[in-house]
């Protein structure tokens, strides 16, 4: 079974600032996804970013990037230019990659809070 | 292209009653995934359903059942409800085929049960 852990229940940053979000994960898997979900107060699960196990590079999406390390089995989101609206609870996710069926394990999630 | 939608919104219900929440995932895709998320114990998968059968399931019991129409509708059926069924209930789509594009889930903005 896959196991995500996020070891930082909580993080604030000033607004135009850079903050990184931590996770890792457990798997004996060799093809798998894994993704960065946000869930703002609404409570609305939004996709942030995608990471594909067998690319080397590192999935970017405009402010959003992060450092898949593969070996390491080492998963974070850097958020560049912090603003506002990025407060939310923050979910790193592991799928399996099946053509037979997939599931989202997720994380406990961080709290990101965003200062003005 | 309109997103998952979800009914109802919000739900109370008192122990021992049954409850049927509905999801309408984008169109075009045909898997539809459930998942329960309580303060307690995070988010966890139910179950999933591709072309009208159940193809993935977590570890719940046999009062959480479910089901998809032909136009990959989905509801999500309770029974017997207990105090510990609180929760938002969120549904996410995807196209439910092999690849990063095919398999990524994307969620509705959720149901929140309360039973007292």
């Known amino acids: 079974a896959q196991t995500v852990t996020q070891s930082q229940p909580e993080m604030s940053v000033q607004e135009a600032e850079t903050v990184t979000l931590s996770c890792t994960y457990d798997?004996?898997?060799?093809?798998?996804?894994l993704f960065w979900y946000k869930q703002p107060p609404s409570r609305q699960m939004i996709l942030v970013i995608r990471?594909?196990?067998?690319?080397?590079q590192n999935a970017t999406e405009n402010r959003f990037s992060v450092n898949f390390q593969k070996a390491a089995k080492s998963f974070s989101l850097k958020i560049s230019d912090s603003q506002l609206g990025d407060t939310a609870m923050y979910f790193c996710a592991f799928m399996k990659h099946s053509a037979s069926g997939s599931r989202l394990t997720f994380g406990e999630g961080t709290q990101l809070t965003v200062n003005p | 292209k309109a997103g998952v939608t979800q009914t109802p919104r919000y739900l109370i219900k008192t122990r021992g009653q049954q409850v049927t929440l509905s999801c309408s995932p984008i169109?075009?895709?045909?898997?539809v995934s459930w998942y329960q998320q309580t303060p307690g114990q995070g988010l966890q998968f139910l179950f999933e359903y591709f072309s009208e059968t159940q193809r993935n399931k977590g570890n719940f019991p046999g009062r959480f059942s479910g089901r998809q129409f032909s136009n990959s509708r989905s509801e999500m059926n309770v029974s017997t409800l207990e105090l510990g069924d609180s929760a938002l209930y969120l549904c996410?789509?995807?196209?439910?085929?092999?690849?990063?594009?095919?398999?990524?889930?994307?969620f509705g903005p959720g149901t929140r049960l309360l039973v007292l």
């Open positions: 169109s075009g895709h045909r898997s």
């Open positions: 990471q594909e196990a067998y690319k080397q």
């Open positions: 798997t004996s898997e060799n093809n798998y996804y």
């Open positions: 996410a789509s995807s196209f439910g085929l092999a690849g990063p594009n095919q398999e990524t889930q994307y």
